[in-house]
């Protein structure tokens, strides 16, 4: 069903359906093993997307390429490092920080983190009062 509808709109040449082409595309990028056809696929489809005359995709294309070595990285690592963990402590961080809007140093968020993520207890206070 979904290839139909991607075929028509291939056929209508509407920005959409180049977009959606070049988007469902990009997926293949990551069943590469070797890190060669890998970067060769990213190169091929970058230039694509950048003669494609759609500015959203282009943007898209421009940032990939900025950080291609940092994609290839996955590669490198043949797919067994998972960026789980690191995205793990960057969801509590987040968290703290919000928690911590009313700290006036960056002293008590700093603080606040590393009993958060170090699992350490919380001080009675992070202030000294006078």
Known sequence: MAKQRLCGLL?????????????ETFRDFWRYRSLYWARAFLSVWTERAL???????????RM?????????????????ISAAAVEGLNNKIRV?????????????????LFHTLGRLPEPETTHRFC
């Open 96 to 112: 703290v920080t919000r928690r911590s809007y009313g700290f006036r140093t960056y002293d008590a968020m700093g603080i606040a």
């Open 11 to 23: 056929r209508a040449n509407l920005e959409t359906g180049r977009a959606w082409m070049l988007k």
């Open 51 to 61: 003669r494609s005359r759609l500015g959203p995709m282009k943007k898209v294309a």
């Open 64 to 80: 990939l390429r900025t950080h291609e070595e940092l994609l290839l990285n996955w590669f490198r690592a043949k797919g067994e």
